[in-house]
């Protein structure tokens, strides 16, 4: 099969990066893959174009360290799968590639990964080292977003009206770049991500989107990755406001920064996915007293959530006034809330009333 | 000694419960105070009095001589014996060959093995100078005759009490008189007696007195006893002294003949006899009033200092001078004097005290040495049949013998892989019998404890197949002999227990004996070795004898740990080249698919790295130990002084 240009350019990554290996270890030293280093202490917030970016901290992984050996080892072996994968032009989950690296080494008792946890940072290692898409390594995560919405898009040539998708909605596949996914005709004005499957399905049920000409989509908590350039997609080609509606509680706040500005631990792929632009709509730690919901519904934080409440004060992109000032209360009262809790004040509380209130006061924090 | 101490609160505790359990009878009620009547005059009891011979005595007492039971009696019955045979080689300059043989009359019988108590003929033969005819008699038929009694020089036997005693027990046991065959040399005639012990005179009665006209040896001596013994219980602690025996005497062929096995040899690991050990006279700070005393009555000196000079070491014209005038006696004061005034002998005796006098000689002591203590252990690691300790708790106790049912030999714990074939042989490593053993000793110099020279030696075996989860097998050894009962009570294990193991990288339980796959010798050899009784089964805890005990086992302990810290190396190294070698062939085989070449050539550049590689790493490794052993060196030690 003939390969593309991205292709053959991801394949030519991995081929070097084996040859340096081997380079390394003709000349009898040492030899060792490159990363990026993924934590928080390599990320720096771009003021400018308000996303999370990866600092240049690189950490070399030897093969002849006992600490690192192992690793060593299952970066090649990941990488040699990918670059099987890439040339049969087949695309796996994740897991999938977990199975198909894993087995036991020589007569030993060990395994070459024991668990997926172990298989999926080496990929995120691989992505970062060789400045790789996931999808250029024809690997997918389990997809667990749901969209509907007044929109037609077309998947792998197939035609679908997002207008049709009865209860279930459209599953967001992970890989959504141009090449498999293009937008058809829309009528809608702007596009709301919920934190839950839950609260997404209440506002199709509620036929939210028709009323609104809204697009909803929801990530399953921490929005993946298709989600989140999705709706990456929808604002830049589309040109649609993205509003986030999630619980009241310290994580919540973190799904929306990720969504706006992208994650620590893919920092490396902010710019394509992030949406400096995105409204945080909800739930306010204001809203328990401007929606009057009951204190019996609230949840007491826990050591865990204050600790990391206290955490995002200090976030450089946590830093607007009003920001501080969700946070403090939220630390202040002590308590948290579901988006379930609007519930307590009718069914549709929340597609009826709480959100187009919001919408229409513009009580958002941008 | 605090565990005396301990010993004997426990025993006024028992006599406590015991009271308890038995309340005092309910007084009577007072009667009236009666005069006493007298029950015997001192003339009934004079015709009672009458003098207790020491055969009469043994009879009664026979534990005190080491014939407690019949399986300890047929371990003393073969060790006085041996102990006896190898003296006289020794004094004679001979290289000592000694067959010791055990038959099982009731086997020979019936065929089949005596179960428990029976009857047995226990033989010994030497070659050693053999017994003048006109001595015999003396030797084996009357108790407390000996020569090695009145002179100070390092030897097995020492009161004269020995074979005399194993000839008593068999006659007490079986009614069979000890049979001696000896020849003092060629075309010098062979004696065979039979001797039997008057025991109520103390004196020899000679049942049987042929010349042989032929005999195998040229010289030598074959005594035989027959005895009541229990080979079944007793066997595995005769086995054990035997191969001690030829441990600790590596100038010794030694055959071992036992009912229904096969004949056991430990041939010679040197053909060098042992140093000559010389007698030296008594130093004066050892001497003991009652000891002075008669000493003074035996001294054919005209003057005190007379005596003083020819009957103790170290003592000159001017020091005899100075003891005198120190103990305020007159320069012209009689030995004979002195022999029947106790005042006069108590003031001699401080005077001595009080005097500085030059310590003994010391180059009258035979250590085994260094070099023959390490071929012996080697030797006698090749020749055991046992595995290791076999005991519960990893040590033969005879004293146990009778609380112990017979039991499989022990198996050996598991053993650390052996090191691979590559790896060079460390310095002090032994490979015996397929394993690898580190072969450690120190000999100290000698040092003197009431006035006797003395010396000590340590000897550890570490590694093989002894087993790593059991108390170490401790080996005791007083002038060659093994010490095989009372371990607990001796002077020996007393200093290796307080020696303080951790640092030297084995556990240690507090208060107990180190934790590890070793075997430790420790020799004491002296002119008189202190004995806490007259089977001469434990070391008396002679703080100057503890001392020396403990700095031969600290200088052993700090080879031991240097081993170990190498080995724990060398573990660590095919440990992690084990690693790399694991995941290279992974890693070869992976580059290989994705540069499209074989992955052979690939694994190959790998693997020279990998050499290359852990030898640098291994030298920061190796850093990080030394370090960490540092740290425990500097630890407080329990009981290490600096000399
Ligand atoms: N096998 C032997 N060869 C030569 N002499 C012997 C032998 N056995 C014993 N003797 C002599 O008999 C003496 C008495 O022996 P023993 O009763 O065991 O007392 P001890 O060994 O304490 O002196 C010894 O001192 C030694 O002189
Ligand atoms: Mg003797």
Same mark, same amino acid.
């Given at each position: 099969?003939?390969m593309d240009a991205v292709s053959k350019k991801t394949v030519g990554k991995i081929e070097k990066l084996a040859e340096s290996v081997l380079r390394a270890v003709k000349g009898g030293g040492n030899p060792f893959v490159e990363i990026p280093v993924r934590s928080l202490a390599n990320v720096r917030f771009n003021e400018k174009k308000r996303v999370v970016e990866l600092g240049n901290q690189r950490q070399k992984r030897y093969f002849f360290n006992v600490a690192m050996a192992k690793k060593f080892m299952q970066?090649?072996? =990941?990488?040699?799968?990918?670059?099987?994968?890439?040339?049969?032009?087949?695309?796996?989950?994740?897991?999938?590639?977990?199975?198909?690296?894993?087995?036991?080494?020589?007569?030993?008792?060990?395994?070459?990964?024991?668990?997926?946890?172990?298989?999926?940072?080496?990929?995120?290692?691989?992505?970062?080292?060789?400045?790789?898409?996931?999808?250029?390594?024809?690997?997918?995560?389990?997809?667990?977003?749901?969209?509907?919405?007044?929109?037609?898009?077309?998947?792998?040539?197939?035609?679908?009206?997002?207008?049709?998708?009865?209860?279930?909605?459209?599953?967001?596949?992970?890989?959504?770049?141009?090449?498999?996914?293009?937008?058809?005709?829309?009528?809608?004005? $702007?596009?709301?991500?919920?934190?839950?499957?839950?609260?997404?399905?209440?506002?199709?049920?509620?036929?939210?989107?028709?009323?609104?000409?809204?697009?909803?989509?929801?990530?399953?908590?921490?929005?993946?990755?298709?989600?989140?350039?999705?709706?990456?997609?929808?604002?830049?080609?589309?040109?649609?406001?993205? $509003?986030?509606?999630?619980?009241?509680?310290?994580?919540?706040?973190?799904?929306?920064? =990720?969504?706006?500005?992208?994650?620590?631990?893919?920092?490396?792929?902010?710019?394509?996915?992030?949406?400096?632009?995105?409204?945080?709509?909800?739930?306010?730690?204001?809203?328990?007293?401007?929606?009057?919901?009951? +204190?019996?519904?609230?949840?007491?934080?826990?050591?865990?959530?204050?600790?990391?409440?206290?955490?995002?004060?200090? $976030?450089?992109?946590?830093?607007?006034?009003?920001?501080?000032?969700?946070?403090?209360?939220?630390?202040?009262?002590?308590?948290?809330?579901?988006?379930?809790?609007? +519930?307590?004040?009718?069914?549709?509380?929340?597609?009826?009333?709480?959100?187009?209130?919001?919408?229409?006061?513009?009580?958002?924090?941008? | 000694?605090?565990?005396?101490?301990?010993?004997?609160?426990?025993?006024?505790?028992?006599?406590?419960?015991?009271?308890?359990?038995?309340?005092?009878?309910?007084?009577?009620?007072?009667?009236?105070?009666?005069?006493?009547?007298?029950?015997?005059?001192?003339?009934?009891?004079? &015709?009672?009095?009458?003098?207790?011979?020491?055969? !009469?005595?043994?009879?009664?007492?026979?534990?005190?001589?080491?014939?407690?039971?019949?399986?300890?009696?047929?371990?003393?019955?073969?060790? !006085?014996?041996?102990?006896?045979?190898?003296?006289?080689?020794?004094?004679?300059?001979?290289?000592?060959?000694?067959?010791?043989?055990?038959?099982?009359?009731?086997?020979? /019988? &019936?065929?089949?093995?005596?179960?428990?108590?029976?009857?047995?003929?226990?033989?010994?033969?030497?070659?050693?100078?053999?017994?003048?005819?006109?001595?015999?008699?003396?030797?084996?038929?009357?108790?407390?005759?000996?020569?090695?009694?009145?002179?100070?020089?390092?030897?097995?036997?020492?009161?004269?009490?020995?074979?005399?005693?194993?000839?008593?027990?068999?006659?007490?046991?079986?009614?069979?008189?000890?049979?001696?065959?000896?020849?003092? /040399?060629?075309?010098?005639?062979?004696?065979?007696?039979?001797?039997?012990?008057?025991?109520?005179?103390?004196?020899?009665?000679?049942?049987?007195?042929?010349?042989?006209?032929?005999?195998? %040896?040229?010289?030598?001596?074959?005594? !035989?006893?027959?005895?009541?013994?229990?080979?079944?219980?007793?066997?595995?602690?005769?086995?054990?002294?035997?191969?001690?025996?030829?441990?600790?005497?590596?100038?010794?062929?030694?055959?071992?003949?036992?009912?229904?096995?096969?004949?056991?040899?430990?041939?010679?690991?040197?053909?060098?006899?042992?140093?000559?050990?010389?007698?030296?006279?008594?130093?004066?700070? /050892?001497?003991?009033?009652?000891?002075?005393?008669?000493?003074?009555?035996?001294?054919?000196?005209?003057?005190?200092?007379?005596?003083?000079?020819?009957?103790? @070491?170290?003592?000159?014209?001017?020091?005899?001078?100075?003891?005198?005038?120190?103990?305020?006696?007159?320069?012209?004061?009689?030995?004979?004097?002195?022999?029947?005034?106790?005042?006069?002998?108590?003031?001699?005796?401080?005077?001595? %005290?009080?005097?500085?006098?030059?310590?003994?000689?010391?180059?009258?002591?035979?250590?085994?040495?260094?070099?023959?203590?390490?071929?012996?252990?080697?030797?006698?690691?090749?020749?055991?049949?046992?595995?290791?300790?076999?005991?519960?708790?990893? %040590?033969?106790?005879?004293?146990?013998?009778?609380?112990?049912?017979?039991?499989?030999?022990?198996?050996?714990?598991?053993?650390?892989?052996?090191?691979?074939?590559?790896?060079?042989?460390?310095?002090?490593?032994?490979?015996?019998?397929?394993?690898?053993?580190?072969?450690?000793?120190?000999?100290?110099?000698?040092?003197?404890?009431?006035?006797?020279?003395?010396?000590?030696?340590?000897?550890?075996?570490?590694?093989?197949?002894?087993?790593?989860?059991?108390?170490?097998?401790?080996?005791?050894?007083?002038?060659?002999?093994?010490?095989?009962?009372?371990? @607990?009570?001796?002077?020996?294990?007393?200093?290796?227990?307080?020696?303080?193991?951790?640092?030297?990288?084995?556990?240690?339980?507090?208060?107990?004996?180190?934790?590890?796959?070793?075997?430790?010798?420790?020799?004491?050899?002296?002119?008189?070795?202190?004995?806490?009784?007259? &089977?001469? !089964?434990?070391?008396?805890?002679?703080?100057?004898?503890?001392?020396?005990?403990?700095?031969?086992?600290?200088?052993?302990?700090?080879?031991?740990?240097?081993?170990?810290?190498?080995?724990?190396?060398?573990?660590?190294?095919?440990?992690?080249?084990?690693?790399?070698?694991?995941?290279?062939?992974?890693?070869?085989?992976?580059?290989?698919?994705?540069?499209?070449? &074989?992955?052979?050539?690939?694994?190959?550049?790998?693997?020279?790295?990998?050499?290359?590689?852990?030898?640098?790493?291994?030298?920061?490794?190796?850093?990080?130990?030394?370090?960490?052993?540092?740290?425990?060196?500097?630890?407080?030690?329990? @009981?290490?002084?600096?000399?």
């Amino acid at each position: 099969m003939r390969m593309d240009a991205v292709s053959k350019k991801t394949v030519g990554k991995i081929e070097k990066l084996a040859e340096s290996v081997l380079r390394a270890v003709k000349g009898g030293g040492n030899p060792f893959v490159e990363i990026p280093v993924r934590s928080l202490a390599n990320v720096r917030f771009n003021e400018k174009k308000r996303v999370v970016e990866l600092g240049n901290q690189r950490q070399k992984r030897y093969f002849f360290n006992v600490a690192m050996a192992k690793k060593f080892m299952q970066t090649f072996l =990941v990488s040699d799968a990918c670059k099987e994968l890439i040339e049969s032009g087949k695309t796996t989950s994740i897991r999938d590639l977990y199975y198909i690296t894993k087995h036991t080494i020589g007569d030993s008792k060990q395994n070459t990964f024991e668990e997926q946890d172990e298989s999926d940072p080496i990929i995120e290692d691989i992505e970062v080292a060789l400045d790789t898409l996931r999808e250029e390594l024809h690997l997918f995560a389990s997809r667990k977003g749901t969209m509907v919405g007044p929109i037609t898009i077309r998947d792998s040539g197939d035609t679908i009206d997002l207008r049709r998708m009865g209860s279930g909605g459209w599953g967001v596949p992970s890989i959504v770049e141009e090449n498999v996914i293009q937008f058809g005709r829309h009528e809608a004005r $702007y596009v709301l991500l919920v934190e839950k499957d839950a609260v997404w399905s209440r506002f199709n049920e509620d036929k939210f989107w028709k009323r609104q000409n809204a697009i909803i989509i929801h990530g399953g908590g921490q929005p993946p990755r298709g989600v989140r350039r999705m709706v990456q997609r929808l604002h830049r080609e589309l040109g649609l406001p993205v $509003y986030v509606l999630v619980d009241n509680d310290p994580w919540g706040f973190y799904i929306y920064s =990720v969504v706006k500005q992208g994650s620590i631990n893919l920092a490396f792929e902010s710019m394509r996915m992030a949406v400096p632009d995105a409204r945080f709509i909800g739930l306010s730690s204001f809203d328990k007293v401007t929606y009057r919901l009951p +204190s019996n519904v609230a949840i007491k934080m826990d050591d865990g959530d204050v600790a990391r409440a206290k955490q995002m004060l200090a $976030y450089p992109w946590f830093q607007a006034k009003q920001w501080q000032a969700e946070i403090q209360e939220m630390v202040r009262s002590g308590v948290k809330y579901e988006l379930e809790a609007l +519930s307590r004040r009718g069914i549709s509380f929340i597609t009826e009333e709480y959100l187009p209130t919001k919408l229409k006061e513009k009580d958002w924090i941008a | 000694m605090a565990a005396k101490a301990a010993k004997a609160d426990r025993g006024t505790r028992q006599l406590e419960l015991v009271a308890l359990a038995n309340p005092p009878p309910e007084p009577e009620p007072a009667a009236e105070p009666r005069k006493p009547k007298r029950r015997a005059t001192a003339e009934e009891m004079a &015709s009672r009095q009458r003098e207790i011979s020491i055969s !009469e005595f043994f009879t009664k007492n026979r534990h005190l001589l080491g014939f407690d039971n019949p399986s300890k009696a047929l371990l003393t019955t073969i060790k !006085e014996a041996v102990d006896n045979s190898l003296d006289a080689c020794e004094e004679a300059g001979i290289l000592p060959e000694i067959t010791i043989e055990v038959r099982d009359l009731g086997f020979e /019988g &019936s065929g089949e093995l005596t179960k428990g108590e029976g009857r047995f003929v226990v033989a010994v033969e030497d070659n050693g100078p053999g017994i003048v005819k006109a001595q015999a008699p003396k030797i084996f038929g009357k108790l407390l005759y000996g020569s090695k009694f009145h002179r100070l020089k390092q030897s097995r036997g020492q009161q004269g009490i020995g074979i005399s005693a194993a000839a008593m027990y068999g006659q007490l046991t079986t009614g069979q008189p000890i049979r001696v065959v000896s020849r003092t /040399g060629k075309g010098k005639p062979t004696h065979s007696f039979d001797i039997q012990i008057d025991t109520r005179k103390n004196a020899p009665v000679v049942n049987r007195d042929e010349t042989l006209d032929d005999w195998h %040896q040229e010289h030598g001596t074959r005594v !035989e006893l027959e005895i009541v013994a229990n080979w079944q219980s007793g066997q595995k602690f005769v086995n054990r002294y035997v191969e001690h025996t030829a441990l600790a005497n590596p100038h010794c062929t030694v055959h071992y003949l036992r009912p229904k096995q096969a004949r056991l040899s430990f041939p010679r690991a040197t053909g060098e006899l042992p140093k000559e050990a010389l007698e030296i006279r008594p130093h004066p700070h /050892g001497v003991e009033l009652g000891a002075l005393m008669t000493m003074a009555g035996d001294s054919k000196s005209r003057d005190v200092r007379g005596f003083l000079q020819s009957s103790f @070491s170290r003592v000159s014209a001017q020091v005899a001078g100075e003891i005198v005038k120190n103990a305020g006696l007159k320069d012209r004061l009689r030995p004979r004097d002195i022999a029947g005034d106790r005042d006069l002998a108590e003031k001699l005796h401080k005077g001595i %005290q009080a005097t500085k006098i030059m310590a003994p000689p010391t180059n009258c002591l035979s250590p085994i040495g260094d070099a023959l203590m390490r071929r012996g252990l080697v030797s006698f690691l090749s020749v055991i049949e046992t595995d290791g300790p076999d005991g519960e708790d990893g %040590q033969l106790d005879l004293d146990q013998v009778a609380k112990k049912k017979t039991r499989g030999k022990g198996k050996a714990a598991p053993v650390p892989e052996p090191a691979p074939a590559d790896a060079e042989a460390e310095e002090g490593v032994e490979k015996i019998k397929g394993h690898d053993y580190f072969i450690a000793t120190v000999t100290r110099p000698p040092r003197v404890y009431r006035g006797n020279p003395f010396q000590v030696e340590v000897g550890l075996a570490f590694g093989g197949s002894w087993p790593a989860d059991k108390p170490v097998e401790l080996f005791r050894f007083a002038n060659r002999v093994p010490l095989l009962f009372q371990r @607990s009570a001796c002077g020996i294990t007393d200093a290796v227990v307080k020696t303080d193991w951790r640092n030297y990288l084995l556990s240690q339980p507090k208060g107990s004996l180190p934790v590890g796959p070793m075997a430790l010798l420790v020799h004491i050899a002296s002119v008189w070795v202190p004995f806490t009784s007259e &089977s001469k !089964e434990a070391v008396a805890h002679y703080p100057e004898i503890i001392r020396e005990i403990q700095l031969a086992a600290q200088e052993c302990g700090r080879k031991l740990a240097a081993h170990i810290r190498k080995r724990q190396h060398a573990d660590y190294q095919s440990q992690r080249r084990s690693i790399f070698e694991l995941y290279i062939h992974e890693v070869a085989e992976a580059i290989g698919k994705i540069v499209g070449r &074989s992955p052979d050539p690939i694994r190959r550049e790998f693997m020279k790295v990998a050499e290359k590689v852990t030898e640098a790493d291994l030298e920061s490794q190796d850093a990080k130990l030394e370090e960490a052993a540092e740290k425990t060196a500097k630890r407080p030690r329990r @009981s290490e002084e600096d000399e």
